[in-house]
T-cell receptor
């Protein structure tokens, strides 16, 4: 089956620093990747949609300058949280679409900003 | 707009009890419907799906039937196990309005006690 990985699985950083999270589709090419944020005991909130080689489309209320998304290849998308603050602490999940209207989710990255 | 509503949790059941988690949806087109499961500290896994009316998705003893007349996709399992303890998300994708975009319900937490 389609496998999506994320790295790192957990990261702790200091306030003001930037953190990069990678999302990879391991055995398929993903034309579209998605980034979600999940707060404790809540559902997933779509942050942005990225297509390979083009700019990401951000959902309303998501700061594009704070959450930089790069989709450089059909198997890799990165999310960089710039100048992180404690309120950015969250569980970030990516997913990849194969074009058959189904998404495959990564295992998530737990970000803690101190 | 498209939306998904789930029964509120948390749901606590004894092992071998019957499980039903209600899910209803609102969509302007002809959505595909999904159930995802999230185990503690992990990402989402697709549990089952149905792409058209009257389809029944099934996996690991779980079942859900796409009911267009009642706009529902209730999740059922005849005999739950402790290992089924997780959060369950009902979701839809509606190709006509939001290509590839997944709309999640709020999630229902299930705890199964021995």
């Amino acid at each position: 089956g389609a496998v999506v990985s994320q790295h790192p699985s957990r990261v702790i950083c200091k306030s003001g620093t930037s953190v990069k999270i990678e999302c990879r589709s391991l055995d398929f090419q993903a034309t579209t990747m998605f980034w979600y944020r999940q707060f404790p005991k809540q559902s997933l909130m779509l942050m942005a949609t990225s297509n390979e080689g083009s700019k990401a489309t951000y959902e309303q209320g998501v700061e594009k300058d704070k959450f930089l998304i790069n989709h450089a290849s059909l198997t890799l998308s990165t999310l960089t949280v710039t100048s992180a603050h404690p309120e950015d602490s969250s569980f970030y999940i990516c997913s990849a679409a194969t074009g058959d209207y189904e998404q495959y989710f990564g295992p998530g990255t737990r970000l803690t900003v101190t | 707009g498209n939306s998904v509503t789930q029964m509120e949790g948390p749901v606590t059941l004894s092992e071998e009890a019957f499980l039903t988690i209600n899910c209803t949806y609102t969509a302007t087109g002809y959505p595909s419907l999904f159930w995802y499961v999230q185990y503690p500290g992990e990402g989402l896994q697709l549990l089952l799906k149905a792409t058209k009316a009257d389809d029944k998705g099934s996996n690991k003893g779980f079942e859900a039937t796409y009911r267009k007349e009642t706009t529902s996709f209730h999740l059922e399992k005849g005999s739950v196990q402790v290992s089924d303890s997780a959060v369950y998300f009902c979701a839809l994708t509606d190709v006509e309005t939001s290509y590839d975009k997944v709309i999640f319900g709020p999630g229902t937490s299930l705890s199964v006690i021995p």
